[in-house]
């Protein structure tokens, strides 16, 4: 068990990581509220820092939204990126705001696969949390808010199917659905 003293998911791999020693290229952490992740999409985005190494503190995935449900609701988490890959912000709120006209895609959907470099997972268990991780609620802002860099590794969606991730009290209904349709 990690201590209590953990904020965040991440601080709990970094706490581990700690205590087994070793020595790593890159550590994953796979969000708990993504118990079906598929792995297809774990080797997909490993394979793709592999191809294209640039320098990151981090990775992740995300695919393309096109409708207005999923870019305005909260529990989807929204990430902006610069024109070559870089996460600039996540939020939970319909970021980018369209004041103009509506961009296809609208944004981008974050999905809770984290790749760190070991000693950027390091840094960021040593760092306070920061006034934007705060008022959102997402860890990732931490490194952002001290200038570290995110890499985001764009997917279709379909990759991440079944897409079931546990934020709300429907989801639960959806992934126990799931888990009774699987297991016959």
């Given at each position: 068990?990690?201590?209590?003293?953990c904020r965040t998911g991440t601080d709990r791999v970094a706490e581990t990581c700690k205590l087994l020693g070793g020595n790593y290229d890159l550590?994953?952490?796979i969000q708990g509220d993504m118990p079906f992740i598929n792995p297809d999409l774990i080797s997909y985005c490993l394979d793709q820092l592999e191809k294209d190494p640039r320098?990151?503190?981090?990775a992740t995935p995300?695919?393309?939204?096109?409708?207005e449900d999923s870019f305005n609701k909260p529990n989807i988490v929204k990430v902006v990126l610069t024109s070559d890959d870089y996460a600039m912000y996540f939020s939970r709120s319909p970021v980018p705001f369209l004041r103009?006209?509506?961009p296809s895609p609208l944004s981008f959907k974050h999905i809770g696969l984290y790749i760190y470099k070991p000693e950027a997972l390091l840094t960021f268990s040593q760092m306070e949390s920061g006034f934007y991780e705060q008022i959102e609620g997402l860890e990732?802002?931490?490194l952002l808010e001290k200038?570290?860099?995110?890499r985001v590794i764009k997917v279709?969606?379909?990759l991440c199917q079944p897409g079931i991730e546990i934020d709300t009290p429907e989801d639960v209904t959806k992934a126990l659905q799931f888990i009774r349709q699987t297991s016959l």
């Open positions: 068990m990690t201590s209590s003293a550590i994953l952490n320098n990151f503190d981090m995300a695919y393309p939204i096109f409708d103009l006209k509506k990732q802002l931490r200038g570290l860099k995110i279709d969606e379909a």
